[in-house]
């Protein structure tokens, strides 16, 4: 399989090194506008080549789209317009219900497979790519029904020999959950993050005081904007009720510790354990 990646950041990056890692692809191009980005994945062996879009298209049998999500839709447009009825197109984007809405009337989308690799980490760039990176990891196909069986079955078998288990959803039940379990902890750690740079101006006591647990509360506020803000306003409407449920949840607490009420603190706590029984499933 020639595969083509567009975007050689964290998640494009790694997905081409397991590929080679693997052994999944003959070949794996990459797509990148960044120079020093493409320079970068040359020189760690993410790629075999950085070519320019249509030629990478052109010798592909899988083009995978990696970038920002407020990209994809229009590039997903441009790449359809390109493929053949023997090559297949995924993107590994956060968010889905744009995407599906705009590619849903195009000749080609049965070439199409919208994936999302549930995996990421607070680096960013090919420097932090790796090649285990997807490996006990789900991924998320959405609106498998309007993708060709073909295009499909590779996809799924390609998951599969990532090491990946796959679930199937809606794209507005992916947006859902992702704003959930994914989007309001990068929200809680830039907010958590700022709120403790703007309190603590001596930034040393932050370093000697920080333990365990503020370290990894705060470890996703090292994200990158550029990835997280396209996110956010994509799935805006999800997002904000997600934090409207947060901001409540938050007012509770802080009335049960204004009123120094410990059973009601301890309500509070006992029912947030419940958390290991479906994290440890």
């Not at 090559?87 to 984007?93: A, K, R, S």
């Not at 750690?189 to 370093?207: G, P, Q, Y």
């Not at 997600?242 to 901001?247: A, C, K, S």
Request: glycine fraction near 6%.
């Amino acid at each position: 399989m020639r595969v083509a990646v567009v975007g050689l950041g964290l998640i494009g990056g790694s997905f081409a090194l397991a590929l080679k890692d693997k052994n999944i692809a003959s070949s794996v191009v990459g797509v990148e506008a960044n120079a020093a980005n493409a320079e970068l994945a040359l020189k760690l062996n993410l790629v075999d080549a950085v070519l320019p879009l249509a030629e990478a298209v052109e010798g592909a049998d899988l083009v995978a789209l990696a970038v920002p999500v407020d990209a994809i839709p229009q590039l997903a447009i441009k790449i359809l317009n390109r493929v053949t009825d023997n090559q297949i197109v995924i993107d590994m984007g956060s968010t889905k219900q744009e995407l599906c809405e705009i590619i849903s009337q195009h000749p080609r989308r049965g070439r199409f497979v919208a994936t999302h690799p549930m995996w990421g980490t607070e680096f960013s760039g090919p420097q932090a790519a790796t090649a285990d990176s997807f490996a006990g990891r789900a991924v998320v196909i959405c609106e498998a029904e309007r993708s060709d069986s073909d295009a499909l079955e590779a996809v799924e078998n390609l998951y599969f020999r990532l090491g990946m288990s796959q679930l199937m959803m809606n794209p507005e039940q992916h947006d859902l959950h992702a704003a959930y379990v994914s989007h309001i902890s990068h929200i809680t750690s830039f907010i958590l993050s700022t709120t403790v740079l703007e309190k603590e101006r001596e930034e040393e006591a932050i370093f000697n005081l920080a333990g365990g647990g503020f370290d990894s509360t705060v470890r996703l506020a090292k994200s990158s904007a550029e990835t997280w803000i396209p996110i956010f306003l994509q799935n805006k409407y999800n997002v904000l009720d997600v934090l409207r449920e947060y901001i409540h949840q938050l007012n509770i607490f802080r009335k049960a510790l204004e009123k120094d009420d410990t059973q009601a603190l301890k309500q509070i706590i006992t029912k947030a354990n419940e958390i290991k029984k479906v994290l440890h499933k």
